[in-house]
């Protein structure tokens, strides 16, 4: 047993890796430990011993850092990832995606992205991922024809998985996220409108006869998408309690939504007629892209028009007396939007608008995961409901029986400098009771008149046969007045007050006066 554990302390060497050579070779090989004992060999690719004694010298120097924890070994499986092939990854997260029950035609559509992706930017490797394939890719595109919408689902394509190698150790970070988005609303090729009562009427009694009614009338009244109604059962319905129940959706969560009573009425019937088991499907059969632009041309709702050839010619179809231009029924409107199967839930949301329903409440029959989604891609209003928003608005008038308040401006009494009202932050009114100077042109009120009452020497100076309160409830409010912008000649204070006094009018004497200085106006005790 010694004899073995000497013989492979030696094969390592003594910690240095280990040199050698097979029959048959000329090349060089090494052996060596990495930082966890495991044993790995490979070849130098040299036949030079002194250039594959450094090249091993590297490979343990680097095992010794791992050890001392100077180089994270999590990053080694990055630099392994990153050799293998880029087609490799991509198998792998295809099949992870329909392994977590995505859906397949989505799943398709990833397929193929991936795969132009790869071919457009000639990559190989996932480092050969770069946002500059990215761009390129996307500007492909739109130079193919495709809307910016198209573009940009390849970038969520491509960054969706640059992700998933992230998250599986394959990548250290995703360089794709920097990547911007195209606007899509410049280049909208696909715009949904709602149908009115009207078209909708006519709509239900043609598909009434086909016994389709029910079909539009759950799209329009619970909003269900078509994979939505090619899944509903009868037990997912509860006629009691007025409600369905939506399982495996969009959104791969349960959702529970009222039922409209004109919905309910249409099941119940179409439940008796087809006499149902519970776990039986509500619509065993879809209705086709096909059948349903037939029922729209049908309800006058589509229109049909001559296809066109390249040569600016009719298309023609058909042999001899049968041969005729090809046709294709189209349902735009002039503005170029369309109605389809889903422009339903477009109907239901912007019902709900009209109606006065909070966003939140129709975020939640809408099923969507913000209540910005339902305002932005399901709520169309036009001028019609602005202009009766702005119809139900109240006339501006006065009451009647009710007078204009006096506001003072009528006043012909020269109060000096209106300035200084403007810029005043508070004014109250001073008592009436106030007793009022004798003289106007006293000279003790002119040598006094600027000087502050803040202390007890000053109102002495200035009345010195008053009687100092000791009690506050005599005293009435400060008064702050701010100091005029306008000081022009003839308008001093004491000219202001002179004239103020003259009228008869002491409360605004006192506030011209607070005008050059800014003080508090403290009122006597009487």
């Not at 087609?87 to 977590?100: P, S």
């Not at 009425?265 to 007629?273: N, Q, T, W």
Request: hydrophobic share 35%; with cysteine.
């Amino acid at each position: 047993m010694a004899d073995r554990k000497q013989s492979r302390n030696r094969q390592r060497g003594n910690g240095q890796g280990t040199l050698y050579k097979r029959k048959e070779r000329v090349v060089w090989y090494m052996s060596w430990y990495d930082h966890i004992d495991k044993r790995h060999t490979a070849s130098s690719g040299t036949t030079d011993k002194a250039a594959a004694q450094r090249i091993l010298a590297k490979r343990v120097e680097g095992v010794a850092l791992r050890r001392g924890g100077v180089i994270d070994a999590r990053k080694d499986r990055f630099s392994v990832e990153g050799r293998k092939p880029l087609t490799e990854h991509i198998a792998d997260y295809i099949g992870h995606c329909r392994h977590v029950g995505q859906a397949p035609r989505h799943v398709d559509q990833k397929q193929t992205h991936l795969d132009r992706l790869i071919k457009l930017v000639e990559a190989s490797r996932l480092n050969d991922l770069t946002a500059d394939g990215i761009e390129r890719y996307m500007r492909a595109q739109l130079d193919n024809g495709l809307s910016a919408r198209t573009a940009n689902f390849a970038r969520q394509i491509a960054v969706a998985f640059a992700s998933w190698c992230v998250k599986t150790g394959r990548l250290e970070s995703n360089p794709l996220n920097v990547v911007p988005k195209l606007d899509e609303q410049r280049d909208r090729r696909r715009v949904r409108r709602p149908l009115s009562d009207d078209e909708l009427a006519r709509l239900l009694d043609v598909a009434e006869d086909r016994g389709r009614k029910a079909w539009y009338l759950t799209a329009v009244l619970a909003g269900l998408r078509k994979g939505d109604l090619q899944r509903l059962r009868w037990c997912d319905i509860s006629f009691d309690e007025q409600t369905i129940t939506i399982s495996h959706g969009k959104a791969k969560r349960t959702d529970v939504i009222p039922m409209h009573t004109q919905l309910a009425d249409e099941l119940s019937r179409r439940r008796d007629d087809s006499m149902a088991t519970p776990r039986a499907k509500v619509f065993p059969q879809t209705v086709t892209d096909l059948t349903r632009l037939k029922d729209f041309l049908r309800a006058e709702l589509a229109r049909e028009v001559v296809v066109m050839g390249d040569d600016g010619k009719p298309v023609m179809v058909g042999k001899g007396k049968r041969k005729r231009p090809r046709t294709r029924i189209v349902a735009e409107d002039a503005e170029g939007r369309v109605i389809d199967l889903h422009a339903m839930r477009t109907t239901l949301g912007t019902n709900l608008a009209r109606a006065g329903v909070a966003p939140q409440i129709a975020q939640r029959i809408m099923r969507h995961s913000d209540y910005k989604t339902t305002l932005k891609h399901y709520t169309v209003l036009g001028l019609t409901d602005t202009a009766k928003a702005i119809g139900e608005l109240t006339s501006i008038g006065r009451p009647a029986g009710e007078s204009a308040k006096a506001t003072g401006t009528d006043d012909p009494t020269p109060i000096g400098s209106l300035q200084q009202y403007g810029q005043q932050r508070e004014r109250e009114t001073v008592r009436t009771g106030a007793n009022r100077r004798s003289q106007p042109g006293d000279d003790h009120a002119q040598t006094h008149g600027r000087k502050s009452s803040n202390n007890t020497a000053s109102c002495e100076s200035m009345r010195p046969d008053a009687t100092i309160c000791n009690t506050p409830r005599g005293c009435n409010s400060m008064v702050e007045c701010q100091p005029s912008k306008l000081n022009v000649e003839g308008s001093s204070p004491f000219t202001r007050f002179c004239k103020a006094l003259s009228t008869n009018r002491l409360q605004r004497a006192l506030l011209l006066i607070c005008g050059p200085s800014r003080f508090t106006l403290v009122r006597w005790c009487s």
